[in-house]
């Protein structure tokens, strides 16, 4: 088998063909920044930055796609919360002041418009600028913010929305989050148009914050929705859901999106098991031991272990999650390594 260029290595792996090797697509949004002599909060609304960044740093470490994300703020800025921008670091919404009060009031609220709400045209000319400067050889993931369980978290504020769980009318809550899915949907569109892939993160409705029975109850019903209405043949969707999403991973599975981000607490061996095999997934190696605290010789053994626990099918290598700006620059170049030393698999 000859070299592909990344992009046809991640697509390989995305339509079911065996790859050179296993990709790798690290979650370095932070680090890219930080390669290029930046905090994220200094380019966050700068998409020239942000893409030159990504840019900069996929050629240095010649990893095979690059994931575009800013914060976990985006699109509920872009619904009405406030948000708190920080210059070393990522906006957070500010949870003091939530956009709503009664989750009766979210369906009344104007749905957003990527092209001029918050900084999602900024999401959206940063996804369109890096596919202008190396799109025709490597995968773009365009990710679409928080998917719906977290969206309304955030315009509840999530203590209170946690609180409504447990209290309200489930009427109410399928309501509110009938809206947050239509207002994702609708970004994850823009995305998914621009980029080669589109994603969520809808971590708020993981395990480690709420109980698998909720999960399928209020989000895995309105993530399927949004995987029926945004992924196409040729342009696969991803749910990205933090902590250990062991319990759920057939759930997940059975949402129909042909990617799944596995944090490092998720046994990838066990994910590759249990889910169908079309399912892709993507990860896990721990971004704070030993990507920023560990060594190259660290990285290589828990990438090959992943590899070799997964049988390398249906894997894109990466980190379990965004990996932090401090991250060691040699320790992404060794998971790069890793997926040339032990990801080349039999046809």
């Not at 978290?153 to 209170?160: E, I, M, N």
């Amino acid at each position: 088998m000859g070299e592909m260029t990344s992009l046809e290595r991640v697509q390989a792996v995305l339509n079911g063909r065996v790859p050179d090797r296993v990709p790798v697509i690290p979650q370095s949004f932070l680090f890219s920044a930080k390669t290029n002599g930046y905090d994220i909060g200094q380019i966050n609304r700068n998409p020239r930055l942000m893409a030159e960044s990504h840019r900069v740093c996929q050629e240095k470490y010649g990893y095979d796609g690059c994931v575009i994300d800013v914060d976990d703020a985006t699109l509920a800025e872009a619904c009405g919360a406030k948000v708190i921008f920080r210059p070393d670091s990522v906006a957070v919404v500010d949870e003091r002041h939530p956009a709503v009060e009664d989750l009766r009031d979210v369906p009344g609220l104007r749905l957003p418009d990527p092209e001029k709400d918050g900084r999602l045209c900024e999401w959206m000319e940063t996804a369109q600028r890096l596919m202008d400067m190396i799109g025709d050889h490597v995968f773009i993931m365009g990710r679409a913010d928080q998917g719906p369980f977290d969206v309304l978290a955030l315009l509840r504020g999530p203590q209170d929305f946690m609180c409504d769980l447990l209290t309200e009318d489930e009427d109410v809550i399928l309501d509110a989050l009938e809206w947050a899915t239509q207002a994702h949907i609708i970004f994850a569109k823009a995305m998914r148009d621009i980029s080669h892939c589109t994603s969520m993160g809808d971590s708020y409705a993981g395990p480690n914050l709420v109980s698998p029975a909720t999960y399928r109850k209020f989000a895995m019903p309105f993530e399927k929705q949004v995987v029926e209405a945004v992924q196409t043949p040729d342009k696969p969707y991803s749910i990205h859901i933090c902590g250990d999403a062991t319990m759920i991973l057939e759930d997940m599975g059975s949402t129909g999106a042909r990617l799944l981000e596995l944090d490092w607490k998720v046994d990838m061996g066990h994910a590759r098991r249990v889910l169908p095999e079309d399912v892709v997934i993507m990860g896990n190696v721990n971004p704070s031991d030993p990507m920023y605290l560990g060594t190259p010789e660290q990285v290589l053994r828990q990438s090959k272990a992943i590899i070799e626990c997964t049988g390398g099918r249906g894997l894109i290598l990466s980190s379990g999650c965004a990996l932090g700006a401090n991250t060691k620059p040699e320790n992404v170049a060794a998971m790069v390594q890793a997926a040339r030393l032990y990801g080349v698999l039999e046809g």
